[in-house]
């Protein structure tokens, strides 16, 4: 069974860092191209970022020079640093790749950002 599991969200100030993680297992996940998506409430998911290689990433311009995402290859794992976070910035995180179907949805990590 194809699991992923983010983690590291959390109530942080504006200003402030956070940095998610997303494991992986029963799959691995080095062939593919992976992302990171976030939903607010009431809002549809969005694509925030995107990985293929650590010389190889995309940006929605709204987080562009603020959020910076890689990948462990050998671990399986996926990350999301986040630094100078805005009000906005508040959402539900998932990781999953782009190409449908590969990887089941996880349930997500809570980003709160907040004064």
């Known amino acids: 069974q194809v699991q992923l599991v983010e983690s590291g969200g959390g109530l942080v100030q504006p200003g402030g860092s956070l940095r998610l993680s997303c494991a992986a297992s029963g799959r691995a996940f080095s062939a593919y191209v992976m992302a990171w998506y976030r939903q607010a409430p009431g809002k549809q998911r969005e694509l925030v970022a995107t990985i293929r290689s650590s010389t190889n990433t995309n940006y929605a311009d709204s987080v562009k020079g603020r959020f910076t995402i890689s990948r462990d290859n050998a671990k399986n794992t996926l990350f999301l640093q986040m630094n100078n976070l805005k009000p906005e910035d508040t959402a539900v995180y998932y990781c999953?790749?782009?190409?449908?179907?590969?990887?089941?949805w996880g349930q997500g990590t809570q980003v709160t950002v907040s004064s």
């Open positions: 999953n790749s782009p190409q449908p179907g590969v990887f089941d």
